[in-house]
């Protein structure tokens, strides 16, 4: 942990000076596309197993949003992938969260991506390729040739593995990943990845697009350009209002169900998502300069919630003090007060 700690301040601090933005940036989903205000509602006569938790309440909770990329790096979205991020918090939750330094905020975050799972299963094999996600633009600015020596080094640990180690796994869920369409943010399915206790059970959690919404999206497949994710987005919500869903998968079977293995996807057959609340997000402008500033001042970690919903497995446990100490960094580098904020209105008021 302490190395994936220190290969993550050195990227911020570089960022200072290596991204030409004059600010330290995060260590991932550096780019941010919007940070919008919305609401989230906890629904009522929910099945006991799923009532668990933060869900066993019904009720309504202010909430932010901010959709991001996933690369360690900004600049044209046409470089940087389509690994898209929507990270959620909710405020005015009852109980204390599992941050030692921040136990009575009263918010809740899920950070979640566009793909079901991970590309990666171990602390050690983050290592390296915590290190190939930093030089990626390198290696793939080679074209065919780089792109090759990128696989190879994502199977082989960079030469480090031995053959019955090598990371064939994490590099197909890299590719089910890198492969995917590229769509408006609205559009995709966001997952949590690994998984999280819900109550009682193990579970995994999805962000959902609403049926009805997402077909009114006007903006749908996006054509390569070095600004796509960010206008399409911004299009869409001063047209119209679009809601989510918030899903819950419970683990029925440990062993075609993991905790560990992250680059393993639930089947729904064996136990399907249930949809235990709505993201309601009301139309809006988020065009301005000032929405991608109030954005990059919060931050957003697993390790947010309460104890009912603690996230599980040895990734997991590990991104709760990366996650911490890289949000530490990168606002004293910023000279910016790190303050989880008790209202939406302290970041986002209604009608900005």
């Known amino acids: ?18 991204e030409s933005t004059g600010q330290a940036l995060r260590d991932a989903h550096s780019k941010g596309y919007g940070l919008v205000r919305g609401e989230v509602q906890i629904l009522g006569g929910l099945p006991k197993e799923y009532a668990q ?14 959709f991001s990329n996933g690369s360690p790096h900004i600049g044209a979205d046409t470089q940087l992938g389509r690994t898209i991020g929507l990270a959620l918090k909710m405020f005015d939750i009852n109980g204390p969260t599992l941050l030692d330094d921040e136990p009575d905020s009263r918010t809740f975050d899920y950070n979640t991506i566009n793909a079901p799972v991970f590309f990666c299963n171990t602390v ?4 390296f390729i915590q290190e190939l996600f930093l030089e990626a633009r390198t290696y793939f600015a ?4 780089g792109r090759h020596r990128f696989y190879r080094d994502y199977v082989t640990g960079k030469g480090a593995l031995e053959p019955d180690e090598w990371a064939w796994e994490e590099l197909l869920a890299f590719l089910a990943v890198a492969q995917r ?7 995709s399915v966001y997952s949590t990845m690994g998984a999280v206790r819900h109550g009682d059970h193990i579970a995994k959690v999805r962000i959902v697009p609403d049926p009805a919404c997402a077909s009114e999206v006007v903006e749908r497949q996006l054509a390569p350009a070095a600004e796509a994710f960010r206008p399409a987005l911004v299009a869409e919500l001063r047209e119209r209002p679009y809601a ?17 293995d992250l680059t393993v996807e639930w089947p729904e057959q064996l136990s399907p998502y249930v949809t235990v609340a709505r993201l309601s997000i009301p139309h809006q402008d988020i065009s301005g300069a000032e929405n991608l500033k109030r954005m990059n001042t919060l931050s957003f970690t697993p390790w947010r919630v309460t104890a009912a919903h603690r996230p599980l497995g040895s990734i ?3 991104r709760k003090e990366v996650y911490r100490r890289a ?3 990168r606002h004293r580098l910023n000279h910016q007060e790190r303050r989880e904020p008790r209202t939406a209105d302290e970041v986002m008021p209604l009608g900005s």
């Open 142 to 145: 080679e074209g065919r040739h």
């Open 124 to 127: 050690q094999h983050y290592l």
């Open 316 to 318: 997991m446990r590990v």
């Open 244 to 260: 989510f869903d918030i899903q819950v998968q419970l683990c029925a079977d440990l062993d075609r169900m993991p905790v560990e």
């Open 327 to 329: 949000s530490l960094l």
């Open 181 to 187: 369409p590229c769509v408006n943010v609205l559009l």
């Open 1 to 18: 942990m302490q190395t994936v700690i220190a290969g993550m301040e050195r990227h911020i601090c570089d960022s200072l000076s290596a």
């Open 53 to 66: 938790g933060i869900y066993a309440t019904p009720g309504r909770h202010d909430a932010l949003v901010r």
